[in-house]
């Protein structure tokens, strides 16, 4: 064997184990594909019917948010027709009442004045004047008139 028959089967072994490693590798790479394949198609078999629930779900939600925004509509227009029925029952029936207690206050002041034009006593028996921070029953103060 010569020198460059050796190095031709040298060459030859060199190159046998390059394409051996390659074809490995090729052989691997297409299991990593296949596996990926498989993932991405049972994730797709479950995402599928995941984001119909959620459309679902956001429609839905949608639709009770419309409600909602109903129903607040139609409680600000409440409140609003009660502010104006508190403003115009005030307004008309604020005044007459005010003058009509006054009136009834005056009269029964007038007609509760005895003859020396006190106050008739609430409750004759149990009436007590305040001196100086102490009570004094009724029957003391009429000692102290007489």
């Known amino acids: 064997m010569t020198g460059g028959e050796v190095a031709g089967i040298l060459v ?6 390059l394409v051996s490693f390659l074809a490995v590798v090729l052989v691997r790479l297409a299991q990593t594909l296949k596996a990926a394949t498989r993932m991405v198609a049972d994730v797709t078999e479950q995402a599928v019917p995941l984001l119909a629930d ?8 949608q639709t009770q948010l419309d409600r909602v925004d109903a129903i607040a509509s139609d409680v600000q227009e409440v409140t609003s027709n009660a502010s ?10 604020g005044g007459p009442l005010v003058k009509v207690a006054a009136f009834g206050y005056g009269v029964r002041k007038a007609l509760g004045r005895g003859r020396d034009g006190e106050d008739a006593p609430r409750d004759s028996a149990v009436r007590r004047t305040v001196i100086v921070g102490r009570t004094v029953p009724s029957s003391r103060r009429r000692k102290q008139k007489g």
């Open 12 to 17: 030859a072994v060199f190159w046998a184990i």
């Open 54 to 61: 959620a459309s679902a779900t956001v429609r839905s939600a």
């Open 84 to 93: 104006a029925l508190s403003s115009t029952v005030a307004s008309t029936f």
